[in-house]
């Protein structure tokens, strides 16, 4: 039986109405039934994962796991025991025997997130078990059988690391078969509306504030910008401009007023900043520069709150950006009286009590919370891989390493 799109929009909760997301829904509706491998590509946040989601949700194996797989942030060294297995004893470390995600995912789906991450030795064994199923667990000489379906993605051009030599040929070919490209946003502006619409109900719904709507030239303002990180950057703004403009219907005055703020090298000299062609990179750095800020601000709060004597849940960021809304609470006038003895990120008596694990868990902790946990973007505001992230938020243990659905 043929699978009804309408239904399959509003069951996958992918929102859009352009004729990119029509034909996204199209190749979902088509391809979720067969047990066929998919390969989903497209520019960070344009929603990779809620498709490969769809597709689960939508197959046959819609009440068997869903196994998500973060291929570039797993540390090469142990990415083939994580996917595989490996036997006790296969290497220092290896003290149990362990089932890897694909024996995991047996009569599912495994998710391989940013494919073109692995390293060229583990796609060989990609491209087997792709092909026939088969796989061996670290260590052992026993070949293996499982029975999954694979949905990978990847938002670097394979095609490109093919010719550079860090992505197998025979890997591509096989994973491009079947392939769903996302539509950056600036290709679909027509779904912007929709889409801020949506994550407002959801974010004001969840969050109880009041909700007053945007005014309709707001968001064609939101269609002028580029939206360099797609959805996921829409989403974040939509749910930010909500915080600093609480309970207020939101016009293309604080539409301006925040792109603007958020992305403060922009063009000065036009009411509002034309982004259109503002690369990723540059974009992230403006969010870099905006993280500063803000961290600079908290700093400041946190000054006022020791000089008055009180320290309380005030250093918590979120709280704190909400505080810039509010009258009364002129945090940037403040910050000209602060001296610059004032300024010093770290109190004298707390030296000697103070470790740089802490240190380095609290700028992990509150640049997943400001970068709204993407990773990647995370790790590169501090200046560490993503990799070297992963390992820290395992050993902090800040979040579980890897997501899996059952
Ligand atoms: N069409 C859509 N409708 C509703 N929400 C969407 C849509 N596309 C993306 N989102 C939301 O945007 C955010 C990013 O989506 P997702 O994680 O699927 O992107 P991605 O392509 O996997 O990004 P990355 O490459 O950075 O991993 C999520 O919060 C997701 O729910
Ligand atoms: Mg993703």
Redesign the pocket.
């Given at each position: 039986m043929p699978i009804d799109i309408n239904k399959l929009q509003k069951q996958?909760?992918?929102?859009?109405t352009s004729d990119g997301?029509r034909q996204?829904l199209e190749m979902i509706a088509q391809v979720a039934p067969v047990d066929i491998s998919v390969l989903?590509s497209?520019?960070?946040?344009?929603?990779?994962?809620?498709?490969?989601?769809a597709i689960q949700k939508s197959s046959k194996r819609t009440n068997t796991p869903l196994v998500i797989v973060?291929c570039g942030a797993i540390p090469e060294g142990i990415i083939e025991s994580e996917l595989f297995g490996h036997k006790k004893g296969s290497f220092t470390g290896a003290t149990e025997n362990r089932k890897g995600y694909f024996e995991e995912a047996d009569k599912g789906t495994i998710f391989l997130?940013?494919i073109g991450e692995t390293p060229l030795e583990t796609q060989v064994k990609l491209l087997r078990v792709l092909e026939s199923g088969e796989y061996m667990r670290v260590g052992e000489a026993k070949t293996r059988y499982t029975d999954v379906r694979i949905i990978a993605?990847?938002?670097k051009n394979l095609e490109e690391l093919v010719q550079k030599g860090s992505f197998r040929q025979d890997l591509y070919f096989r994973l491009k078969t079947v392939s769903i490209e996302?539509p950056s946003l600036r290709e679909r502006v027509e779904?912007i509306g929709?889409?801020v619409e949506?994550?407002a109900l959801e974010f004001t719904r969840s969050n109880d504030l009041l909700y007053r709507g945007f005014m309709p030239e707001a968001i064609r303002t939101l269609k002028q910008y580029g939206w360099p990180?797609?959805?996921?950057e829409?989403?974040n703004f939509t749910e930010k401009i909500l915080v600093l403009e609480m309970g207020e219907r939101i016009t293309v005055d604080m539409v301006g007023r925040e792109l603007s703020d958020t992305f403060p090298v922009a063009d000065r000299n036009t009411a509002l900043p034309v982004l259109v062609n503002q690369s990723t990179d540059k974009a992230e750095i403006d969010l870099i520069l905006r993280q500063l800020f803000l961290l600079k601000q908290d700093t400041e709060v946190i000054q006022k709150m020791l000089v008055g004597g009180a320290v309380g849940e005030t250093s918590d960021s979120s709280i704190t950006m909400m505080d810039h809304g509010k009258p009364g609470l002129n945090i940037q006038e403040r910050s000209m009286e602060i001296t610059e003895e004032g300024q010093r990120l770290i109190r004298d008596d707390a030296i000697g009590d103070m470790k740089i694990s802490e240190l380095e868990e609290e700028a992990i902790r509150r640049s997943l919370r400001f970068f709204?946990h993407?990773r990647?973007k995370t790790a590169r505001s501090l200046g560490m891989s993503e990799r070297t992230l992963y390992r820290k938020i395992e050993e902090f243990g800040i979040e579980p390493k890897i997501k899996r659905n059952s």
């Amino acid at each position: 039986m043929p699978i009804d799109i309408n239904k399959l929009q509003k069951q996958s909760g992918i929102i859009g109405t352009s004729d990119g997301i029509r034909q996204v829904l199209e190749m979902i509706a088509q391809v979720a039934p067969v047990d066929i491998s998919v390969l989903i590509s497209g520019e960070s946040g344009t929603g990779k994962e809620v498709v490969a989601k769809a597709i689960q949700k939508s197959s046959k194996r819609t009440n068997t796991p869903l196994v998500i797989v973060n291929c570039g942030a797993i540390p090469e060294g142990i990415i083939e025991s994580e996917l595989f297995g490996h036997k006790k004893g296969s290497f220092t470390g290896a003290t149990e025997n362990r089932k890897g995600y694909f024996e995991e995912a047996d009569k599912g789906t495994i998710f391989l997130d940013e494919i073109g991450e692995t390293p060229l030795e583990t796609q060989v064994k990609l491209l087997r078990v792709l092909e026939s199923g088969e796989y061996m667990r670290v260590g052992e000489a026993k070949t293996r059988y499982t029975d999954v379906r694979i949905i990978a993605a990847t938002n670097k051009n394979l095609e490109e690391l093919v010719q550079k030599g860090s992505f197998r040929q025979d890997l591509y070919f096989r994973l491009k078969t079947v392939s769903i490209e996302m539509p950056s946003l600036r290709e679909r502006v027509e779904d912007i509306g929709p889409l801020v619409e949506r994550f407002a109900l959801e974010f004001t719904r969840s969050n109880d504030l009041l909700y007053r709507g945007f005014m309709p030239e707001a968001i064609r303002t939101l269609k002028q910008y580029g939206w360099p990180g797609n959805v996921r950057e829409l989403k974040n703004f939509t749910e930010k401009i909500l915080v600093l403009e609480m309970g207020e219907r939101i016009t293309v005055d604080m539409v301006g007023r925040e792109l603007s703020d958020t992305f403060p090298v922009a063009d000065r000299n036009t009411a509002l900043p034309v982004l259109v062609n503002q690369s990723t990179d540059k974009a992230e750095i403006d969010l870099i520069l905006r993280q500063l800020f803000l961290l600079k601000q908290d700093t400041e709060v946190i000054q006022k709150m020791l000089v008055g004597g009180a320290v309380g849940e005030t250093s918590d960021s979120s709280i704190t950006m909400m505080d810039h809304g509010k009258p009364g609470l002129n945090i940037q006038e403040r910050s000209m009286e602060i001296t610059e003895e004032g300024q010093r990120l770290i109190r004298d008596d707390a030296i000697g009590d103070m470790k740089i694990s802490e240190l380095e868990e609290e700028a992990i902790r509150r640049s997943l919370r400001f970068f709204n946990h993407n990773r990647r973007k995370t790790a590169r505001s501090l200046g560490m891989s993503e990799r070297t992230l992963y390992r820290k938020i395992e050993e902090f243990g800040i979040e579980p390493k890897i997501k899996r659905n059952s």
